[in-house]
């Protein structure tokens, strides 16, 4: 079992930052890919970032590329994602999980078991 807790949304002006924080209880943290989705009110959730165990190998989609930057600190079970140059597009909830890991990384929600809560990020135009 993996019990994630995320932290650090809240309020911020277009083209300001938010680092998100989503830390792990688990004593195989790097056993885990991990990933963070979002999901904006009547949409389906979205794929943003993954990371492999090491942090060696990061994947984005597409709209967040060269904006957000997914990373892990394997000392503090803790994956972040820090969001830089937001728009009002990127308001959502945000939601960490863990999973296997493969080659590219898995981008479907129903790949992974391990979520955390959510945290919710708003931009404002």
């Known amino acids: 079992q993996v019990q994630l807790v995320e932290s650090g949304g809240g309020l911020v002006q277009a083209g300001g930052s938010l680092r998100l924080s989503c830390a792990a209880s688990?004593?195989?943290?790097?056993?885990?890919?991990l990933v963070w989705f979002r999901q904006a009110p009547g949409k389906e959730r979205e794929f943003i970032a993954t990371?492999?165990?090491?942090?060696?190998?990061?994947y984005y989609a597409d709209p967040v590329k060269g904006r957000f930057t997914i990373s892990r600190d394997n000392a503090k079970n803790t994956v972040y994602l820090q969001m830089n140059s937001l728009k009002p597009e990127d308001t959502a909830v945000y939601y960490c999980?863990?999973?296997?890991?493969?080659?590219?990384?898995?981008?479907?929600?129903?790949?992974?078991?391990?979520w955390g809560q959510g945290t919710q990020v708003t931009v404002s135009s």
């Open positions: 999980a863990a999973g296997p890991w493969t080659f590219g990384g898995r981008r479907s929600p129903d790949e992974y078991d391990y």
């Open positions: 688990t004593r195989t943290f790097t056993s885990y890919g």
């Open positions: 990371i492999n165990w090491s942090g060696g190998a990061t």
